[in-house]
């Protein structure tokens, strides 16, 4: 399965920009770049998904390099609600009984200051 | 909306016991999954159907096995529990691809003693 990479936290204060970096310079050419987030004592909560052009929603901004090895999730204002830990994935592209598989990595750790 | 259910929400076993963690989604889906999450680490994840009647061993298969019953219910079985398996296990389900979202239950806490 290719591998994500992401700083194990970061910070910031409300209602300014956060920028979470993803890398994955293994990634396939099949292979969609999600992003979970994972509240307090919550189950994960999709946020976006792309496979080569930028994406937008009501929750965040998915920016993708050229070549696909690394990502950007852009989360606009950051509230208090915001502080979770976001997940970088590659969902397997590839056939047969892995198709579809979603592997979590480690994460990273979004505090938000007032 | 149901979405993803999974009972129970929370569990003590005693080491050797067995039990099965239930999971049932209504959102017709196609692809379902169990995982695993320690405490301060990421999840893990069990196995893996990627359709009915099918299963796939995900990182951490050893001491769990699984019966996709239908297409609404994927159940987690534990034959002989461990210490080692205490957790939070989580349930989600998708539709097939991997141009979908996953939807995730809100997690058994389970205590092996």
């Known amino acids: 399965d290719a591998k994500t990479t992401q700083p194990n936290s970061m910070e910031s204060n409300e209602e300014e920009p956060v920028h979470l970096p993803c890398n994955h310079s293994?990634?396939?050419?099949?292979?969609?770049i999600h992003w979970y987030r994972q509240l307090p004592s919550q189950g994960p909560e999709y946020v976006i998904h792309?496979?080569?052009s930028n994406v937008n929603n009501r929750m965040a901004s998915l920016a993708i390099a050229e070549d696909r090895k690394s990502s950007t999730l852009i989360l606009h204002r950051a509230t208090l609600r915001d502080a979770a830990v976001y997940y970088c994935i590659l969902r397997d592209g590839t056939g047969g009984t892995s198709y579809g598989k979603l592997t979590f990595g480690q994460g990273t750790i979004l505090t938000v200051h007032p | 909306n149901a979405g993803v259910t999974q009972t129970p929400k929370f569990q003590v076993l005693k080491t050797g016991q067995s039990m099965t963690l239930q999971c049932a989604q209504d959102m017709n889906h196609n692809s379902m999954y169990w995982y695993r999450q320690d405490p301060g680490m990421g999840l893990r994840l069990i196995y893996y159907?990627?359709?009915?009647?099918?299963?796939d061993k995900g990182e951490v298969p050893n001491g769990y096995n699984v019966s996709r019953l239908n297409k609404r219910e994927f159940s987690l079985r534990l034959e002989s529990a461990a210490p080692s398996q205490t957790s939070v296990y989580f349930c989600?389900?998708?539709?097939?691809?991997?141009?979908?979202?996953?939807?995730f239950g809100q997690g058994t806490r389970l205590t092996v003693v």
């Open positions: 159907s990627a359709s009915e009647g099918t299963t």
């Open positions: 989600a389900s998708s539709v097939r691809g991997v141009n979908t979202e996953a939807f």
């Open positions: 792309g496979l080569t």
């Open positions: 293994t990634i396939s050419g099949t292979d969609y």
